[in-house]
């Protein structure tokens, strides 16, 4: 079972920021959040992950509430490229185990 | 240079038969994993290993087995292919120890069951 809820779909102009939101809202003192993506026909792609300060790579930077039941994943200047289903996970990492729900499919449009 | 490498990317075969899927990692990295995508596209883990130990195995029916040789490849056999299981197979690593979650995926292998 996905501990995650996120929006089935959204549009993003090119060059805009994509901000994809994602709720955790029984996430646990000790779980990560975790993003990753999958562009079409290719193997998933690990973004970023926190677990309770905002965190920022050359990919994206994610924001945490301060009451961690929320998170958004924000991409500053989204491109064609950029074009994929986002997944949100939350994980304790005392395991190995990745449970993928169905994610965001993020269509970034010129 | 690839990461994560799948051989085949494509498969076609029959029901009834057996195949393998074979999956390198030239990262270094201690576990290995198989994920099934069906045609749903949600992506379950299947089998995780460690230092060629299974350590996950999430119900996947006794037809379906991982084989290691070393801790750089991990290969996925199957006997007796069912139409259920056409697939896109993905295969990933990650290092062990803290953030183990942080996967890299392969590329997929896409099976088709006729």
């Known amino acids: 079972d996905a501990k995650t809820t996120q929006p089935t779909s959204m549009d993003c102009a090119e060059g805009r920021a994509a901000n994809l939101p994602c709720n955790h809202s029984t996430i646990s003192g000790n779980e990560y959040v975790y993003w990753y993506r999958q562009i079409h026909s290719q193997g998933p792609q690990y973004i970023i992950h926190g677990l309770k300060n905002n965190e920022t790579n050359e990919m994206a930077s994610l924001i945490i509430t301060e009451d961690r039941k929320s998170s958004t994943l924000i991409l500053p200047h989204a491109t064609l490229r950029d074009t994929a289903v986002y997944y949100c996970i939350v994980n304790n990492n005392a395991g190995n185990m990745l449970t993928f729900g169905g994610g965001t499919r993020l269509m970034v449009k010129p | 240079d690839t990461a994560v490498s799948q051989t085949p990317k494509y498969l076609v075969t029959q029901m009834g038969n057996d195949k393998s899927i074979k999956c390198e990692q030239n990262l270094g990295h201690d576990t290995m994993y198989w994920y099934k995508q069906d045609s749903k596209k949600f992506l379950k883990i299947m089998f995780s290993?460690?230092?060629?130990?299974?350590?996950i195995n999430e119900t996947v029916p006794n037809r379906f087995s991982p084989k290691s040789p070393d801790k750089a490849h991990l290969n996925l056999h199957i006997n007796s292919l069912e139409l259920g299981d056409s697939a896109v197979y993905f295969c990933?690593?990650?290092?062990?120890?803290?953030?183990?979650?942080?996967?890299?995926f392969g590329p997929g292998t896409r099976l088709l069951v006729l």
């Open positions: 290993y460690n230092n060629k130990e299974l350590i």
């Open positions: 990933a690593s990650s290092q062990e120890g803290p953030y183990r979650e942080t996967q890299y």
